[in-house]
């Protein structure tokens, strides 16, 4: 059975930093696209960042870019999101995400392309 499971959300104050992780397990996902996204309430589950099979190629949203960084080992069949410098606007649930083989990078944003799906992790920012 294949899970994805999130950990290290958390309540931060505004301008700190958290680091989610997500376990994979039940199959390997060392050649698939990797990534993060987030719902807030009332929104749309929208793309965060993706990170390709090897690690060498990542992909971020605009709202990110410059305070997020991601990353994967798939020693450890695990990848990562370092957030720093957290916005009240940062405030969702984070879902980690995964494909079975490599995707085109213009089809990295779309929840569409994504097989396996982690149940979330609450990441709330306060002003």
């Known amino acids: 059975q294949v899970q994805l499971v999130e950990s290290g959300g958390g309540l931060v104050q505004a301008g700190g930093s958290l680091r989610l992780s997500c376990a994979t397990s039940g199959r390997t996902f060392s050649r698939g696209t990797m990534a993060w996204f987030r719902q807030a309430p009332g929104k749309e589950r929208e793309f965060v960042a993706a990170?390709?099979?090897?690690?060498?190629?990542?992909y971020y949203a605009d709202s990110v870019k410059g305070r997020f960084t991601i990353s994967r080992d798939n020693a450890k069949n695990t990848v990562y999101l370092q957030m720093n410098n957290l916005k009240p606007e940062d405030t969702a649930v984070y879902y980690c995400?995964?494909?079975?083989?490599?995707?085109?990078?213009?089809?990295?944003?779309?929840?569409?392309?994504?097989?396996?799906w982690g149940q979330g992790t609450q990441v709330t920012v306060s002003s």
């Open positions: 990170i390709s099979g090897s690690g060498s190629s990542t």
């Open positions: 995400a995964a494909t079975k083989a490599p995707v085109l990078a213009l089809m990295i944003q779309s929840t569409r392309t994504y097989d396996y």
